[in-house]
C-alpha cells in the first residue's frame, strides 16, 4: 500500500524566509509525487509534479520539489515565503501504475508572519 | 483557463435523505474522479469513471454511492441513504488523461444533521 506522511501539520515562517515543507512516501513501485495547495474555499490546485524525470521539479509561484530516492522524499521548499503563500499544502503519490488514484498526506498549513 | 465547476457550494441534508453532488469537468478531459475530505482528516479517493464505466473505487465507495455520467458536460455523485459520518467536502476532479495531472473543482460541503 501506498501511504504519505507530512511531518509538521502547521508551519510558520516570516516573510522572506525559506519554506520547507517535508513530504516522505512509502510506494512498491516507482512513484508518480505532486504537491498540491489548498487556499481558503478554493478547491486543490497542482503545484508541481514528479514523474520520474528530472529529480529537481520546478513548479508554480517559485515553488520547487526535489525527489530523492534514498530518503524516499519530496519535500517542497521556496526560497522567499510571501504573505500570499499562506495555505493548506498537500503531498500525494499516485497509487498505482495505471491511474490517477491519489494517495494525499495529512496536509500543512503554511502561515507566513510579517 | 478552463476549471472544473461544483454545485451548489454548501448542502444541508437530513439523515437518509438522498442528494446529488454535481460538477462539470473540464470540456476535453475524459477520466473524472471524486475525493471527499472529512473535516480534519486526509482527502481521500473515492471512485474514478472513465469511458462511461468507473475504473477504480475504494472501500468508501459502497453501495449507498453511484456516479453517472448523464449526459455531455456533467459528473453527478449520488448518495442514496445519507448518514451523518458523510458530512465532509467533496471534489469533483477531471484530467485530459490517465496520468495526467488532475484538475480540482472548489468542492461541495456536505452537511448532514
Redesign the interface.
Known amino acids: 500500500a501506498q501511504s504519505v506522511t507530512q511531518l509538521g501539520s502547521h508551519v510558520s515562517v516570516s516573510e522572506g524566509a525559506l519554506v520547507l515543507l517535508r513530504c516522505n512516501y512509502s510506494s512498491s513501485v516507482p512513484p508518480?509525487l505532486?504537491w498540491?495547495v489548498q487556499y481558503p474555499?478554493?478547491?486543490?490546485?497542482?503545484l508541481l509534479?514528479y514523474?520520474s524525470a528530472a529529480t529537481l521539479v520546478k513548479g508554480i509561484n517559485g515553488f520547487e520539489a526535489e525527489f530523492k530516492k534514498s530518503e524516499t522524499s519530496f519535500h517542497l521548499t521556496k526560497p522567499s515565503a510571501h504573505m500570499s503563500d499562506a495555505a493548506e499544502y498537500?503531498c500525494?503519490v499516485?497509487?498505482?501504475n495505471?491511474?490517477?488514484?491519489?494517495?494525499?498526506?495529512?496536509?500543512t498549513r503554511l502561515m507566513v508572519k510579517p | 483557463e478552463p476549471e472544473v465547476t461544483q454545485t451548489p457550494s454548501h448542502q444541508v441534508t437530513q439523515m437518509g435523505q438522498e442528494v446529488i453532488l454535481r460538477c462539470v469537468p473540464i470540456s476535453n478531459h475524459l477520466y473524472f474522479y471524486w475525493y471527499r475530505q472529512i473535516l480534519g482528516q486526509k482527502v481521500e479517493f473515492l471512485v474514478s469513471f472513465y469511458n462511461n464505466e468507473i475504473s477504480e473505487k475504494s472501500e468508501i465507495f459502497d453501495d449507498q454511492f453511484s456516479v453517472e455520467r448523464p449526459d455531455g458536460s456533467n459528473f453527478t455523485l449520488k448518495i442514496r441513504s445519507t448518514k451523518l459520518e458523510d458530512s465532509a467536502m467533496y471534489f469533483c476532479a477531471s484530467s485530459a488523461g490517465e496520468r495526467a495531472p488532475l484538475h480540482f473543482g472548489n468542492g461541495t460541503r456536505l452537511t448532514v444533521t
Open positions: 508518480y505532486f498540491y474555499n478554493q478547491g486543490l490546485q497542482l509534479k514523474t498537500f500525494a499516485n497509487n498505482n495505471a491511474g490517477n488514484m491519489l494517495t494525499f498526506g495529512g496536509g
